[in-house]
């Protein structure tokens, strides 16, 4: 986000004597730019100018080397004992000074950045009564190898006297304002940008030097020897040309050895930015000031003519960051022809980063300033692809004003000239292919139908104005026509344009005013089943979590899913958030599994989670998406098409439990979750979506154990899994022993429910008959089976029947197990009579008989 140095907002604004951080960013809320923190003063206390009187180096025990100096600070803050006039006897360790320098002193009292507080202190066998500052020290950059000598930096030695206070000199005292900036308004990411919305809020005069008229010399037109520039984007990606303006300018003889001036280098700090070089620093200047970003070329590395263009397959390029990046055949590039290279050369990724072969060094005494304009779009592209967000492409991809390139030329050209020794070339070169916003028509009373606000014509004509808007009549008096100024590329519907208008009349005048709520038909049948869904199971125990959707192929390879299973059909994302997650996942226990793991991993060993979320399952016959326009409504026929190649996104439910199901205490050791908690909640997930289940054992789907996990149908249909996690996925995703999970696909349990209300059965007052029965059955029968047979052989007066034991051993013989259920019946008229019992039971006997199930004596 950008940082606001109050006193170069002020080259562009007026700005009261009295003006804070606190009330800069109040001005600027009230027009739409958000504080979005205020950086404090680097320094407080005295610090202050001290001129070096005597030094005297005095080598230590441990062969290290100090000078005890006497330093004059002013005759207020020189020693009080002998009536200012004596000065301060402080130790340093630097020897990059000598005496009669000018250094800058932080006295006792003051507290320098960390915060690391000065004091007198005895030291190396003295007292020393303060501190000669470095750069680090001070928070002014990462130079600690000596203490600041004053006129080193840039500033005049005639201007400078001890006791002067360093704070103001250095601007460590400044308050800095952060302010958030949204994507729409880029022209926001320059000093120009905020003195005009400071203006917009206050009144204050307000003068733009972004405007060629505004300048006492305008910048001079192109020659006919300027520096050959040509565009080659025949083929523009998305309809729009990569570049249509190109502005060269030439400085011939600059010193490479003149250090950056102080002012200019606090400013670029205190804004955010590192202090490099003169001709980089001035560039950097001049795109915070302006908004236009600039670079510099080292003349004398570049060859005519340069071609901006589209890479071609295999170009590589070493950015200024010093990494060889691949380039993509969308990237638009910066070329030249050097002698005796066949093929073009790569200068840069425009309005990207430059490359290191034409980058500007310590010997550099000739520079080309190139200050372009480049289409949004491709250079965010480029941006995202390379992962290089830097502070021109910011810039750029928010749009900058095609304007601006000959005026930040010129300025540059100006500085180097001014503070460089560098003699501008006359030779001039500007390509300049732009065009004019196109005209919108706004109905004057929009704005009050949009904000509910009355909006005179008067008004509403004048603050378009404000904003630099060219307003004539319309085709009726009711309207008029207007032109945006070049540097709001955002403002091209009307609707925008009724956004200034709301915004700089003031959001505070839209009254609060709380709709009133219409009758509805309340949630849906599907919400109120998620709802229900969610609430038991936090009810039973479970914690809600919420995970990102994206997965990766080593992901679906922790849960050991074959290669032909459906479940590695992902979608794949174009843009991905993350480079190994670049998948939409098919499976919520893909995701959510690593949430129990991060979890276990953290020191909970005892985990019940579940999620309640979208899966995404796309058909491999499905239509491509199509490609829509940029910048304009695409036609119903083309959203219908997009809609078409939407995949399906099922929603699902599921859990995973680690550890314990029941903990140990006073009242017993404690359980740990099983195969059957995960089946018992599988269930419960099914009974409130009020749908009848079937349970059948499953022996071969992953990541489930094959011993020990079932399969849940609905009306014959598969719709979820229950069961112990397989040992082999356990180890791969870090859980403990015997984890168990569930998964159901809650869009197939809703569309098998009949959706109608649950019927609360009616309470009998009579009593119960409960009849118990053990089947011998063969051990691979399961218990489900028995169970679905109890059911129907028991008929109408069944109301529960319970499995309570399961039991092999030796009496039953090899290959068998006994099945215990316990059987309530009950009428609801009358007393349940010896033979309805009996009739029942015979029932229950027979239908298990059938299965082979064989009651046990």
């Known amino acids: 986000m950008p940082r606001v140095v109050t006193e170069w907002l002020g080259d562009h604004v007026e700005l009261p004597q009295d003006l804070t951080a606190e009330r800069l960013a109040a001005a600027l809320v009230r027009v739409g730019l958000e504080e979005e923190a205020v950086h404090a003063a680097k320094v407080t206390g005295p610090l202050v100018v001290g001129r070096v009187l005597e030094q005297t180096p005095e080598q230590q025990k441990n062969g290290k080397t100090i000078n005890w100096c006497m330093v004059d600070v002013g005759p207020e803050h020189n020693d009080p004992a002998l009536g200012g006039t004596g000065a301060r006897g402080i130790v340093c360790g630097a020897h990059n000074f000598g005496v009669g320098d000018l250094v800058v002193v932080a006295l006792p009292g003051t507290v320098l950045p960390g915060p690391f507080a000065i004091a007198a202190r005895k030291t190396y066998g003295h007292v020393s009564d303060g501190m000669i ?221 430059g490359g290191a072969s034409s980058e500007v060094s310590a010997t550099t005494t000739a520079v080309l300033v190139e200050a372009a304009h480049f289409d949004p779009i491709t250079v965010a592209r480029s941006a995202r692809r390379h992962k290089l967000p830097s502070e021109a492409a910011k810039r750029f991809e928010r749009g900058v004003d095609p304007r601006l390139p000959a005026v930040a030329a010129q300025r540059v050209v100006d500085l180097l000239v001014e503070h460089g020794g560098g ?255 995960a089946l018992e909640l599988a269930r419960l997930v099914a009974e409130r979506a009020g749908v009848a289940v079937t349970v059948e054992p499953d022996v071969e789907t992953m990541p489930w154990h094959p011993g020990r996990c079932a399969r849940l149908l609905a009306g014959g249909e598969l719709v979820g899994h229950a069961g112990e996690l397989h040992p082999k996925v356990v180890e791969r995703t870090g859980l403990p022993k015997r984890s168990v999970a569930f998964e159901l696909d809650l869009s197939a349990l809703a569309a098998a429910s009949s959706g109608e209300p649950v019927v609360a059965a009616p309470v009998s007052a009579f009593p119960a008959a409960k009849e118990d029965f053990a089947f011998v059955v063969d051990a691979g029968m399961p218990a489900e089976a028995v169970r679905a047979a109890v059911v129907a052989g028991a008929g109408d007066l069944l109301e529960d029947v319970t499995l309570f034991d399961v039991f092999t051993g030796e009496q039953l013989g090899e290959g068998k197990k006994s099945l215990a259920y316990a059987v309530r019946l009950r009428a609801a008229d009358h007393t349940l009579t010896a033979d309805e019992v009996r009739a029942a039971r015979d029932g229950v006997v027979a239908a298990a008989a059938a299965i082979g199930a064989v009651l046990r004596g």
């Open 133 to 353: 500052c470095s750069q680090r020290e001070l928070g002014l950059g990462e130079d600690h190898d000596g203490i600041i000598v004053l006129p080193r930096l840039g500033f005049d030695e005639a201007g400078l006297k001890p006791g002067q206070d360093a704070i103001a000199l250095l601007g460590l005292g400044d308050e800095v304002l952060e302010i958030n900036v949204t994507p729409d308004r880029g022209y926001a990411f320059s000093y120009r940008g905020v003195a005009r919305e400071f203006s917009h809020s206050t009144g204050a005069r307000f003068t733009d030097r972004g405007l060629a008229s505004n300048l006492e010399v305008p910048p001079p037109a192109a020659t006919a020897d300027g520096f050959v520039v040509e565009v080659e984007d025949v083929a523009p990606i998305h309809g729009v040309v990569g570049c249509d303006r190109f502005v060269t300018r030439i400085v011939r003889g600059i010193d490479p050895t003149v250090a950056t001036p102080a002012w200019m280098k606090r400013r670029l700090e205190g804004s955010g930015m590192r202090s490099i070089s003169l001709a980089v620093d001035v560039t950097n200047y001049v795109m915070l000031d302006l908004g236009q970003p600039l670079h510099a070329y080292d003349l004398d590395k570049v060859a005519a003519p340069i071609v901006v263009r589209r890479a071609a397959a295999g170009e590589r390029l070493t950015t200024l960051d010093d990494v060889d990046r691949a380039l993509d055949a969308e990237d638009l590039l910066i070329t030249d022809s050097p002698e005796g290279v066949r093929a073009s050369r790569v200068l840069g990724i425009a309005g990207v980063m």
């Open 423 to 677: 003699v501008a070339d006359p030779a001039v070169s500007d390509l300049d292919e732009t065009s004019e916003p196109a005209p919108v028509t706004v109905p004057l009373g929009l704005a009050a139908r949009v904000a509910g606000v009355e909006y005179s014509r008067e008004q509403v004509v004048g603050i378009l104005e404000q904003i630099g808007c060219s307003v004539s009549p319309g085709p009726d008096q009711d309207s008029v026509v207007v032109s945006p100024p070049t540097w709001r590329p955002d403002l091209t519907e009307r609707v925008a344009l009724v956004e200034e208008v709301v915004r700089i009349a003031g959001y505070d005048q839209i009254p609060s005013v709380v709709p009133a709520a219409p009758g509805g038909r309340g949630l849906t049948a599907g919400q109120r089943m998620r709802r229900s869904v969610a609430r038991s199971l936090a009810e039973a125990g479970l914690v809600e979590t919420i995970s990102y959707p994206f997965v990766g192929e080593a992901d679906l390879d922790a849960l050991g899913l074959p290669a032909g299973d459906s479940r590695r059909n992902a979608l794949r994302l174009v843009n991905p958030l993350a480079d190994d997650r670049p998948l939409l996942r098919t499976s919520l226990l893909v995701t959510l599994v690593e949430t129990a793991r991060r979890n276990v991993a953290r020191g909970l060993p005892d985990v019940a989670v579940f999620e309640v979320g979208l899966v995404t399952l796309p058909d491999a016959d499905a239509p491509a998406a199509p490609q829509l326009p940029v910048g304009i409504r695409p036609s119903d026929d083309e959203l219908a098409a997009l809609e078409v190649a939407v995949p399906p996104q099922p929603r699902h439910v599921a859990g995973v439990l680690t550890g314990r199901r029941d903990h140990a205490g006073w009242w017993g050791e404690g359980r740990t979750a099983d195969w059957a908690d």
